[in-house]
């Protein structure tokens, strides 16, 4: 039986989703299945361990998508599909007769200005459980035809890690891990800027804090990072390049403390793993909830906040009304302003010395699982039961 599967083009955690569920089937005794990608370029990388047979483009002009959709769905026997975060491609793919699991990590992010661009009809809408249910989002999640509620779709820890939710020291940090990712988001016009700002600002402070070894992972553009790393003020042994999800697991498992623009996979990745973790200022309107949420959870301030010249990120919140892409607007115009300004240096400055208090900050953390604790830490089995069943009640597709 053949699933098709999607995952957003806005970062690298809706492929960390699609590769938790994969594992999660590959435990359990399953039929025979075969998997096919659609879109989803950005994360491919991230899914080379599993077995898809084969990844599909779809054509820019959203006006064709349908189309070529119907002929992925007809040419490669597509029985049912499971998608992370696509809003457009769960409702193709329904469209063209698919029954279809729709993976929505961010449920606390909607308001009635994102409701056409959700697909409320899938099959089954999977929302993760979140710290907070804000009250703009409830009457749209209710709308969800679907609509079942799972934990956190996140890898489980491996059997050799120090277990889910170990106490680990908050000092002395002597290799470090920094995750950024997003960076290659719709709308985004220069994946350079967030970088710009934080990068030799974590650098810098990680060293001031007593790191001697650090590696940088990510979608960065791969001519960026030489150009940003300091030797005279960043940790001594310093690497950058991207991770596949399995090696940035072993990766993260190994590391003392990570800093992180705060996705929300990663934050509970991390937290299952008992992993100190600092978020970096927020890059996107998501963000800005998931360093709230680990933060609250935690009881401790491990946040990383933009200068109130750059952002203000109450005042982000208050253009959710209108939905997602007015902030996000709001978002990548104060970044790339802060970037291109004179005061850049200052805000450099500023940044490094929130990352620095932060840094002190994780003292206070008694376990780094609250967060994955409060929200579960089972949702990629979830999330595979829930396609099994799909599967079993999926008619051929002519």
């Known amino acids: 039986m053949t699933v ?155 059997a050799s890690g120090p277990g889910r939710g170990a106490r680990r020291t908050a000092g002395p940090y002597r290799r470090a891990l920094i995750s950024l990712g997003g960076l290659r988001a719709p709308g985004l016009a220069d994946p350079d800027h967030y970088p710009r700002l934080v990068l030799p600002a974590a650098l810098e402070a990680l060293a001031a804090h007593g790191v001697e070894e650090v590696h940088i992972a990510g979608n960065l553009p791969a001519d960026l990072v030489g150009g940003l790393v300091d030797a005279s003020t960043a940790p001594v042994r310093t690497t950058a390049g991207p991770l596949g999800h399995g090696a940035f697991l072993e990766r993260l498992d190994a590391c003392d403390v990570l800093l992180a623009s705060p996705g929300l996979t990663t934050l509970l990745e991390a937290g299952g793993l008992g992993v100190p973790t600092v978020c970096l200022p927020p890059q996107n309107l998501s963000q800005i909830f998931n360093g709230r949420y680990h933060s609250k959870a935690l009881g401790a301030r491990l946040r990383v906040l933009w200068p109130k010249n750059v952002l203000v990120e109450d005042e982000v919140l208050a253009l959710r009304s209108k939905g997602e892409d007015h902030a996000l607007e709001r978002i990548y115009g104060a970044i790339g302003s802060a970037a291109r300004g004179d005061d850049r240096q200052d805000v450099g400055r500023a940044l490094r010395d929130g990352v620095l208090d932060a840094l002190r900050g994780c003292a206070d953390v008694a376990a780094w699982d609250a967060l994955a604790t409060t929200v579960g830490t089972r949702g990629a089995a979830q999330v595979a039961d829930a396609l099994l069943e799909v599967l079993g009640t999926a008619a051929p597709t002519s």
């Not at 075969?34 to 006006?63: I, Q």
Request: include cysteine.
């Open 4 to 158: 098709a599967l999607v995952g957003a083009e806005f970062g690298w955690g809706s492929s960390g989703k699609l590769s938790a569920v994969l594992s999660a089937l590959r435990d359990r005794p399953t039929p025979p299945l075969r998997f096919v990608g659609m879109a989803s370029g950005l994360g491919r990388p991230l899914l080379a361990e599993h077995a898809v047979d084969g990844w599909y483009d779809l054509p820019r002009d959203p006006g064709r998508s349908n189309a070529r959709v119907e002929e992925f769905v007809r040419t490669q026997g597509v029985r049912a599909a499971l998608v992370v975060l696509d809003g457009a491609a769960a409702k193709a793919l329904s469209d063209a007769g698919v029954p279809t699991v729709f993976v929505d990590s961010l449920p606390f992010l909607w308001s009635e200005g994102d409701r056409a661009s959700l697909p409320l009809d899938a099959t089954v809408y999977c929302a993760q459980k979140s710290v907070e249910l804000p009250p703009e989002c409830r009457g749209v999640l209710a709308d969800a035809r679907g609509l079942r509620w799972v934990e956190a779709v996140i890898a489980r820890p491996g």
